[in-house]
C-alpha cells in the first residue's frame, strides 16, 4: 500500500500530465503551478473545491498525475482531492514537515475540516508514491520539529518504547508503515494511531483549530496516558514517566470539548471511545478493537486533573 | 460488487443508527429525515456539503448508515456523499426511478455536476446493497420511462441486441451488473458503458443541465453510431435500423459541445475519445480500450450531419 521513495524532489520521475499543488511556503522551490496558502484553515471542503476549480478551468483531465507537496494540511487536502477528481487520479505525496513525514503522508488516509470536526470529510486513498526528501527539513521553523515529535512520541507510547530516545525519523515512518498496512482500513489495530487524539482532536476543534495540531496531540498523548492510569490499566510509576515527556500548556473549554468529543470518528452513539495503554509502548487490545468507551464521570474527572495540574493551566 | 435485492422498501432490513435522505417526490413516501429538491441542479458540491452539514448538526457519526432514495441524482449525490463521510460509512441505494434502477445505482460510481462537466467530482464506492422496489415505478412520469429506456437501448447496442425488444427491465440490470464486474474500476471494457455519453454529457453540459440525462443520451447514441459509420465500422444498413430507435429532436451549440468533450473523462490530452460500434449489440474493443480518438475534422463531419439531419433540428 505505501511506495515510500526517499531522494530530493528534483530526481521524482514525472510522466504525462502533471499538476504540482503546493503549500505557499515551498511553492517557489518545487515550481508549484497551483498554491495552499499555509497553515489548517486552508483544509476545508471550499479550498477544495477552489482548487478543484482551478484545475478543471485549466483542463487536466483525468490523465493527470497529482503531486503534493507540504505539510500535513496539503497532503490531507490534497489526496482528498485526488481521490475524488474524475472519480479518482494518481496521486504522488512530498511530505516537508517532519509531522506529514512520520504520520499525515503514510497510511492512505486524507480529510478536511468542518465546523463539526477534524477530517470528518475524507477518503481512504493510497498514493502511488510518497517521495520523502529530507532537505525540506533544512527550513523547518521549531514549533514544526515539536508537532512531529509529537506524534513520534505517540507512536512510541503505543508501539515501540525505543521511538522515545532520540529523534528516529525513519524508525517512526517504518513504524507507520507497519501499523497501517497491518490495518488499512482501520477495522481495529490501525485505530492504537489514535492515541492522544481524542482529546487532541478536541481541543483543537474547541479552539477554532488556532493551535497546533502537535501541540493537541501532545496535551491529548498525556491526558489519555493520565485516563488510562484512571481505569486501572496505567501503572502510576509509567504514567510519571509519560508526564516527563510533555512539558506544554494549554487552557481549554470543558463543555465545547466534550461536545466536540461525540463527533469523534471512534464514537458509538455519541459516546467517545479511547486508545489506552497499559504501558509504555503498549496499547490495551479491547478484544482487537483497540479503543473502548469511557463514562462521562471519568471524564469530568480527567477535566478535573487535567484544570488541576501544573502542566495545563 | 453489487449486492441486489428485489422487494419492498418496507421489508428493509435496517440495523443501528440510520439515516434516510430522500428526493423530495419520495421523502413522505418512505418517512425520510433529509431531503433533496428534484432535479439534476441538485447534483452538486453544494448540496453535499449542505447536507454534510444536516447530517453533523445532528450528531451522525461512523456509526451510521446512509439510505439514499431517489432517482440517479439522489443515487449519485448521497452515494459520493457516503463514501466520504467520516471516510466512508455503509451505503444502501433505493432507486426510485427506471434510470437510477438499470443503471445510476449499479456499478458502484458517484459524482456531482460542476461548472465544466457532469460527474467530474466523485468516487467509486460499494453500496452495501442496491434494494429495487418496482412498486415506485408506478408512479413513474412519462419523460422518465424515456429516460431509463435510453439506457437500456445503449446496452443494447454496445452488449446485447436482445435488450432492443420490449422493455427487459431485470436483463438490463444483470447485464449492467455483468459489465461492472468484469471491470470495476473502469480500466477498459465498463467504458463501453459510455457509448452516447461523449456527445450526451457535453449537451447536457452545453445547455447547463436543463434538458433530461435520457434525452442527451439519446442523441448522443444516435451521434454516435452515424460516427461508427462514418469511421467505417458500422455498416449503414445497421446504422440506419439504430435512426429508427431515436425519433427525438434537439438543438445544440457546436463550439459549446466541442469544448466540453474536452474535459471528459475519458480524453487524453483534452482530445476526446468515443466508444464505437460495429453492429447493433457489439462495441469495438481497440486492445482493450473499448474507446479510440476521434479527430476534430471527423467531430465537424458529425455536427454537420447532426445540424442537416432532419432528426435534429
Redesign the interface.
Same mark, same amino acid.
Given at each position: 500500500m505505501n511506495n515510500i521513495q526517499f531522494g530530493p524532489f528534483s530526481g521524482l520521475s514525472l510522466e504525462g *500530465?502533471v499538476a504540482v499543488i503546493a503549500d505557499e511556503a515551498v511553492a517557489a522551490r518545487v515550481g508549484a503551478e497551483f498554491i495552499v496558502p499555509s497553515g489548517e484553515a486552508s483544509k476545508t471542503?471550499e479550498m477544495k473545491?477552489f482548487l478543484? %476549480?482551478q484545475l478543471?478551468?485549466k483542463?487536466y483531465? *483525468? /490523465?493527470t498525475t497529482i503531486v503534493a507537496v507540504g505539510g500535513g494540511v496539503v497532503t490531507d487536502l490534497v489526496g #482528498?482531492l485526488a481521490? +475524488?477528481?474524475?472519480?479518482?487520479v494518481p496521486l504522488i505525496l512530498v511530505p516537508t514537515t517532519l509531522l506529514a513525514m512520520v504520520d499525515a503522508a503514510i497510511g492512505g &488516509?486524507n480529510?478536511v475540516n +468542518?465546523? #463539526?470536526?477534524k %477530517? +470528518?470529510?475524507? +477518503?481512504?486513498y493510497p498514493p502511488k508514491t510518497v517521495l520523502i526528501d529530507f532537505e525540506f527539513l533544512d527550513t523547518l521553523l521549531p514549533h514544526e520539529w515539536t508537532n512531529g515529535r509529537a506524534e513520534i512520541i505517540k507512536l512510541g507510547l503505543v508501539w515501540d518504547a525505543t521511538l522515545l530516545e532520540g529523534l528516529p525519523i525513519r524508525q517512526a515512518i517504518a513504524a507507520k508503515i507497519e501499523i497501517t498496512e497491518l490495518d488499512p482500513q482501520e477495522k481495529g489495530l490501525r485505530r492504537l494511531l489514535n492515541f492522544g487524539h481524542t482529546i487532541g482532536h478536541a481541543l483543537e476543534l474547541s479552539q477554532n483549530y488556532s493551535i497546533a495540531h502537535g501541540k493537541a496531540v501532545a496535551m491529548g498523548c498525556l491526558a489519555e496516558s493520565w485516563l488510562s492510569m484512571h481505569l486501572g490499566y496505567l501503572p502510576p510509576s509509567e504514567f510519571a514517566r509519560v508526564a516527563e515527556l510533555f512539558p506544554a500548556r494549554l487552557s481549554f473549554d470543558r463543555e465545547k470539548v466534550l461536545q466536540a468529543m461525540?463527533? /469523534? &470518528? &471512534?464514537?458509538? %452513539?455519541?459516546i467517545p471511545r479511547f486508545v489506552l495503554i497499559d504501558q509504555i509502548g503498549h496499547a490495551v487490545e479491547f478484544d482487537g478493537d483497540y479503543c473502548r468507551t469511557v463514562k462521562e464521570e471519568d471524564l469530568h474527572a480527567l477535566f478535573d486533573w487535567m484544570e488541576d495540574s501544573a502542566l495545563l493551566t
Open positions: *500530465r471542503r473545491q478543484e %476549480n478543471l478551468e483542463g483531465g *483525468r /490523465d #482528498y481521490s +475524488t477528481y474524475m472519480r479518482g &488516509k480529510g +468542518t465546523p #463539526y470536526g %477530517n +470528518t470529510i475524507g +477518503t481512504f461525540r463527533l /469523534d &470518528k &471512534k464514537a458509538i %452513539n455519541g
